[in-house]
């Protein structure tokens, strides 16, 4: 994987074609997109328009790519969403704090207690509440799990975009147990409002919950060691995956990359270690880095990550407080003005840097909401610019290695 061979391969598939030497130019990362557009005459027979997406099984959502073609070679690619629920952060300013939490689930469906949390710092910021420790470690566990569970059915994505159709179903499969977990702790399969102001809505169903847990680790331990065997070692996966979409690492700050697109190149950004917060600072796990910042390699890290998720969620079980309370004592929430003031908090999720920016009045309801999702600039940005010179057939590979929720561009 670090191999020589394969920097050769990155180098050959990211230069310019020599049949259409105008299509890919090198990319300035400072400039707008839209100072590099260029009018393509369809009326010529020479380019066709084809469209990928909302419905196809390589698109990582209800969104859709409109691509330009000259024979099977993308020559333009623009990102089109709005075809899911949107406009969250316009819903929050007209409803009561307490009223947001159903809302903001729907920012990321695979990852909805992500959101939960950066919304309930932020009142809790604002407001001056401090939470308990063993609420603290349950969010934290529950945070950790639902990396798992997105992280797993993204494998499972990115393998089906390849023709590797039975590990998708192992990982909706696996996603299910943690479902299940998720059910018994919350109510809710999908949706939890679980984390609210304050801590979590309440404790373990029973003492059994995590020995639950840990049967259910050991499962997606041996799945992701089969999927290891099944897809990163398939000669076709291979072929296909490397040296496919490479991101150079001096794009990661003018793009605002997070995540593991951005670890895949080398860049050592987690919000866990970079900016500590719930107990992860007293937790003891490594910064996953690779270097050949193509889809390979950021499947790989995303593989490796479950694994890291799996061995926290391990050493939450084990050192958390065995009792004690999970919430703090609110105000009637119904009724409750936050101070005034602002904030920003930051989370990292399965697909890089979430943040809420959440500016109080002092009334009932937030004055703004401002949510910084990584999809935004993975989805719009990043991949319209990896897209061009690509084939049409390398699309539905390439789009899922930048993990994106739509709902989170459209919000």
């Given at each position: 994987m670090r191999s020589k061979e394969l920097s050769e391969t990155i180098a050959i598939k990211n230069e310019a074609p020599k049949e259409w030497p105008s299509i890919r130019t090198e990319l300035d990362?400072?400039?707008?997109?839209?100072?590099?557009?260029?009018?393509?005459?369809?009326?010529?027979?020479?380019?066709?328009?084809?469209?990928?997406?909302?419905?196809?099984?390589?698109?990582?959502?209800?969104?859709?790519?409109?691509?330009?073609?000259?024979?099977?070679?993308?020559?333009?690619a623009k990102t089109h969403v709005?075809?899911?629920?949107?406009?969250?952060?316009?819903?929050?300013?007209?409803?009561?704090?307490?009223?947001?939490?159903?809302?903001?689930?729907r920012i990321c469906v695979p990852e909805p207690?992500?959101?939960?949390?950066?919304?309930?710092?932020?009142?809790?910021?604002?407001?001056?509440?401090?939470?308990?420790?063993?609420?603290?470690?349950?969010?934290?566990?529950?945070?950790e799990m639902i990396r798992a569970a997105?992280?797993?059915?993204?494998?499972?994505?990115?393998?089906?975009?390849?023709?590797?159709?039975?590990?998708g179903q192992w990982g909706v499969a696996h996603r299910d147990y943690i479902l299940d977990l998720f059910e018994e702790l919350t109510g809710g399969r999908v949706y939890h409002m679980y984390i609210i102001p304050g801590g979590v809505r309440q404790d373990f169903p029973d003492a059994e919950f995590p020995q639950r847990v840990e049967a259910v680790m050991n499962k997606l331990e041996k799945l992701i060691h089969d999927?290891?065997?099944?897809?990163?070692?398939?000669?076709?996966?291979?072929?296909?995956?490397?040296?496919?979409?490479?991101?150079?690492?001096?794009?990661?700050?003018?793009?605002?990359?997070?995540?593991t697109t951005a670890r895949a190149a080398g860049v050592p950004i987690d919000v866990r270690k970079n900016n500590p917060y719930l107990?992860?600072?007293?937790?003891?796990?490594?910064?996953?880095?690779?270097?050949?910042?193509?889809v390979y390699e950021r499947t790989l890290l995303r593989?490796?990550?479950?694994?890291?998720?799996?061995?926290?969620?391990?050493?939450?079980?084990?050192?958390?407080?065995?009792?004690?309370p999970v919430r703090a004592k609110l105000p009637n929430v119904l009724h409750w003005k936050i101070p005034a003031g602002e904030t920003y908090v930051r989370?990292?999720?399965?697909?890089?840097?979430?943040?809420y920016y959440i500016v109080s009045d002092g009334s009932e309801y937030p004055r703004r909401v401002h949510v910084r999702g990584s999809s935004y600039t993975h989805a719009m940005s990043v991949l319209e610019r990896l897209a061009v010179g690509n084939s049409i057939a390398d699309m539905a590979g390439l789009m899922p290695s930048l993990q994106t929720c739509p709902p989170e561009i459209e919000r």
């Open positions: 990362p400072w400039q707008p997109v839209w100072a590099e557009q260029k009018e393509f005459d369809l009326a010529s027979g020479k380019y066709v328009k084809v469209w990928h997406g909302p419905q196809h099984p390589g698109v990582t959502g209800n969104m859709a790519v409109e691509l330009t073609l000259e024979g099977d070679v993308i020559v333009e709005g075809y899911l629920h949107r406009g969250f952060e316009k819903l929050m300013e007209r409803r009561k704090y307490i009223q947001c939490f159903p809302i903001v689930c207690d992500v959101n939960e949390y950066l919304l309930a710092a932020g009142v809790e910021e604002l407001a001056g509440i401090e939470i308990p420790e063993r609420g603290a470690w349950i969010r934290t566990l529950v945070l997105s992280l797993t059915m993204g494998l499972g994505g990115q393998a089906g975009a390849f023709g590797l159709v039975p590990i999927i290891e065997k099944v897809m990163f070692n398939n000669a076709v996966f291979k072929a296909r995956a490397k040296g496919l979409g490479y991101i150079p690492p001096e794009w990661i700050e003018p793009y605002g990359i997070t995540g107990v992860y600072d007293q937790l003891d796990f490594e910064m996953i880095l690779g270097s050949a910042s193509d593989k490796e990550e479950v694994l890291n998720s799996i061995r926290l969620i391990r050493q939450i079980l084990k050192r958390m407080p065995k009792e004690g989370a990292e999720s399965g697909r890089g840097e979430m943040g």
